[in-house]
């Protein structure tokens, strides 16, 4: 009879699947195998901690690319992180399997470990189980010096930025929903794979006067930071940064507000005092990260878009769990 470790069930799924990684973080005392994972740091750095989950038929189709998925789990952890400064350092992986696939999970595995490794993220723990396919993440990082960016600190005359494009992700669940027919593999990429933006979360702290990463869109997470800021904020329609075929979506729908309420983009929307615009420039050079001003904010409350002369103020609307109809942008 096989010891209990051998069993080819959910002990057998860790030990092939998930224990052997080659990231080894210096403070984690105790890894994957015990009750607990235990950290043991002595330096002054403050711990960063956040927890996504994802849930197949709500975040993503059922049929997803294993491989995109183990990435994707990660991936949005470590934008929460980047949003707020912090160094990605380890995770905690809960996953919810229907069966024991092992082609599925080997690359399930193979997405999570190669954004992991990327990053120098170690996974110390997590649980395994069966049931509807579901993904849940924690991810712990460090804030080595300097206060954390939150989103509570926008002021009156702040510059917005945001880092990439926007709306790229949107268009990818229209193509792969069948609402939009023409095919644009960046836009899919961005759906399924999105790539955190560490490196220039990590120069937040240098300019940033409030941070957020953008997974419910851009109007709602620019929501979040004007209201917990108590202000207000205008953005110009005409700078936002968009792909081609984003604009080409906008053109053929007339759908101008998708870019800004489409969720899952990933990117760091940011806002900063004018006179970091220099600061910001270097940031975004130095780590090879497009930045946009989109706008600036204001005192008072709401947010006001301006789009070919005409001022819109918008609801922070975007994805939202258990809104009517949970909306499927
Ligand atoms: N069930 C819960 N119990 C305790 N805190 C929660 C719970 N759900 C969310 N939160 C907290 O509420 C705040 C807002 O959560 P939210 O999920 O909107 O943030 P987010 O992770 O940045 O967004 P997203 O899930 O879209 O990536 C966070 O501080 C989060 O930790
Ligand atoms: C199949 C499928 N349908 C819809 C969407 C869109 N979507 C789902 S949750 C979410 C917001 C972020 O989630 P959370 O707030 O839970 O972090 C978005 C934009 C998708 N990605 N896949
Ligand atoms: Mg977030």
């Not at 989950?53 to 995109?68: N, W």
């Not at 009156?156 to 949107?170: C, E, N, R, T």
């Not at 940031?283 to 600036?296: E, L, S």
């Not at 070919?308 to 809104?323: A, I, K």
């Amino acid at each position: 009879m096989p010891g209990l470790s051998q069993w080819p069930g959910e002990f057998e799924i860790i030990r092939r699947f998930f224990s052997a990684q080659r990231v080894v973080d210096a403070d984690t005392e105790i890894g994957i195998g015990d009750d607990c994972a235990i950290l043991n740091f002595a330096t002054a750095a403050r711990l960063a901690l956040t927890t996504d989950t994802l849930v197949a038929g709500v975040h993503f189709f059922s049929d997803t690319d294993p491989a995109r998925l183990g990435h994707k789990a990660l991936a949005v952890n470590l934008s929460d992180l980047a949003a707020m400064g912090a160094r990605p350092r380890w995770t905690l992986l809960a996953l919810t399997l229907p069966e024991n696939d092992p082609e599925w999970i080997t690359a399930f595995a193979r997405g999570f470990f190669r954004l992991a490794e990327r990053y120098g993220v170690q996974l110390i723990g997590g649980d395994t189980t069966r049931g509807p396919l579901a993904v849940t993440v924690h991810a712990l990082g460090t804030i080595d010096e300097g206060p954390a960016v939150k989103r509570s600190g926008a002021q009156a005359g702040d510059a917005v930025y945001v880092s990439g494009s926007i709306g790229l992700a949107g268009l990818g669940l229209k193509i792969r929903q069948g609402a939009y027919l023409v095919p644009d593999e960046e836009a899919l990429d961005r759906l399924e794979a999105p790539e955190p933006r560490t490196a220039f979360g990590l120069r937040l702290g240098e300019f940033a006067s409030a941070a957020i990463d953008v997974s419910d869109g851009l109007v709602a997470d620019l929501g979040h930071i004007l209201e917990q800021s108590s202000v207000g904020a205008e953005v110009d329609w005409e700078v936002l940064p968009l792909s081609s075929a984003v604009c080409r979506y906008v053109a053929d729908s007339g759908d101008w507000e998708m870019p800004l309420v489409a969720g899952d983009d990933y990117e760091l929307c940011f806002t900063a005092s004018p006179a970091y615009a220099h600061a910001i420039a270097l940031a975004a050079d130095a780590t090879a990260t497009p930045v946009r001003r989109i706008g600036t904010i204001r005192a008072g409350s709401g947010l006001i878009i301006r789009r070919y002369g005409r001022s819109v103020e918008l609801p922070y609307s975007g994805y939202v769990h258990f809104s009517p109809g949970d909306t499927r942008r």
